[in-house]
Nanobody, 125 residues
Framework: QVQLVESGGGLVQPGGSLNVSCTTSGDYVTSYTMAWFRQAPGKEREFVAGSTWHGGSTSYADSMKGLFTISRDNDNNTVYLRMNFLRHEDTDVYCC??????????????????WGQGTQVTENT
């Protein structure tokens, strides 16, 4: 069984930066494609960024290109999301997901098997 636990969320100033992490455990987890999604209340999950199992291929939602960076450390079973220049619309619950060993990360939530509980990122007003 694969388990994913997010951490690092919190309050952030507009224009600020934040790192969130996803610690993974379970069989073969380092071979999975990993992704970050976010979800606002009453809205569907939105793809943020994804990474293949070796980190050689990353992909981003268009609105996050150049602002967010996904990375993974398979030695420590952790996936990171670095968020820069945070905006009001980035206030969401950020969840990591894992599934498959794909050539590129997929962007549809239903294609992911394992999910964490999420970590809240909130604009500090």
């Amino acid at each position: 069984q694969v388990q994913l636990v997010e951490s690092g969320g919190g309050l952030v100033q507009p224009g600020g930066s934040l790192n969130v992490s996803c610690t993974t455990s379970g069989d073969y987890v380092t071979s999975y494609t990993m992704a970050w999604f976010r979800q606002a209340p009453g809205k569907e999950r939105e793809f943020v960024a994804g990474s293949t199992w070796h980190g050689g291929s990353t992909s981003y939602a268009d609105s996050m290109k150049g602002l967010f960076t996904i990375s993974r450390d398979n030695d420590n079973n952790t996936v990171y999301l670095r968020m820069n220049f945070l905006r009001h619309e980035d206030t969401d619950v950020y969840c990591c997901a894992a599934s498959g060993r794909w050539a590129t990360a997929r962007r549809t939530p239903s294609q992911y098997t394992f999910w964490g509980q999420g970590t809240q990122v909130t604009e500090n007003t």
